[in-house]
T-cell receptor
Framework: GENVGLHLPTLSVQEGDNSIINCAYS??????FIWYKQESGKGPQFIID?????DKRQGQRVTVLLNKTVKHLSLQIAATQPGDSAVYFC????????????FGAGTQVVVTP | DGGITQSPKYLFRKEGQNVTLSCEQN?????MYWYRQDPGQGLRLIYY???????QKGDIAEGYSVSREKKESFPLTVTSAQKNPTAFYLC?????????FGSGTRLTVV
């Protein structure tokens, strides 16, 4: 499944399939980017981050891709599991800006059996 | 375990009342932040603090106040001047290994 946009859309994906969540960031000066997962009623949990001198970074079952030319970020989740159901946010930051982050609106991922 | 503790988890406020949300961290982080989250929206920065006794306004500071008297503590007061305070409030801190978020306080005006 794939979804685009900063509003809170819903991405439905079948268990075992790969998920792709997209994010368009706004600040050309942003030099680091973070993906968070948020379950209902809880605080965001760090998933993976990437700095602007990279275009790809891999973690456990997750890959983040960065395209600075079009200011686009994506999170790929391999073999999506029921526990992956949550809202996913991208956040952008600028080194030296006191650690402040700008967040996208998020994407709701629903994993169906 | 090190982390951030927010309390209470749920808070109800009457019109015209001030309420204070607690945020405590034992991560020895210098920087702390308060974010507000509304349904279907991302997090928006209210206030942040880089060191004790210093703090700066974020994007939506009107109607809120903070203090940073201790490194471990960064309480947020929602004043009666905040016209639409019903939201989910998240505290975060930042250190050598990145950001850590608390579990949030859900504030409802009744």
């Amino acid at each position: 499944g794939e979804n685009v946009g900063l509003h809170l859309p819903t991405l439905s994906v079948q268990e075992g399939d790969n998920s792709i969540i997209n994010c368009a960031y706004s600040n050309s000066a942003s030099d680091y980017f973070i993906w968070y997962k948020q379950e209902s009623g809880k605080g965001p949990q760090f998933i993976i981050d990437i700095r602007s001198n990279m275009d790809k970074r891999q973690g456990q079952r997750v890959t983040v891709l960065l395209n600075k030319t079009v200011k686009h970020l994506s999170l790929q989740i391999a073999a999506t599991q029921p526990g992956d159901s949550a809202v996913y946010f991208c956040a952008e930051g600028v080194t030296g800006s006191w650690g402040k982050l700008q967040f996208g609106a998020g994407t709701q991922v629903v994993v169906t059996p | 375990d090190g982390g951030i503790t927010q309390s209470p988890k749920y808070l109800f406020r009457k019109e015209g009342q001030n309420v204070t949300l607690s945020c405590e961290q034992n991560l020895n982080h210098d920087a702390m932040y308060w974010y507000r989250q509304d349904p279907g929206q991302g997090l928006r920065l209210i206030y942040y603090s880089q060191i004790v006794n210093d703090f700066q306004k974020g994007d939506i500071a009107e109607g809120y106040s903070v203090s940073r008297e201790k490194k471990e503590s960064f309480p947020l007061t929602v004043t009666s001047a905040q016209k639409n305070p019903t939201a989910f409030y998240l505290c975060a801190s930042y250190g050598a290994y990145g950001y850590t978020f608390g579990s949030g306080t859900r504030l409802t005006v009744v």
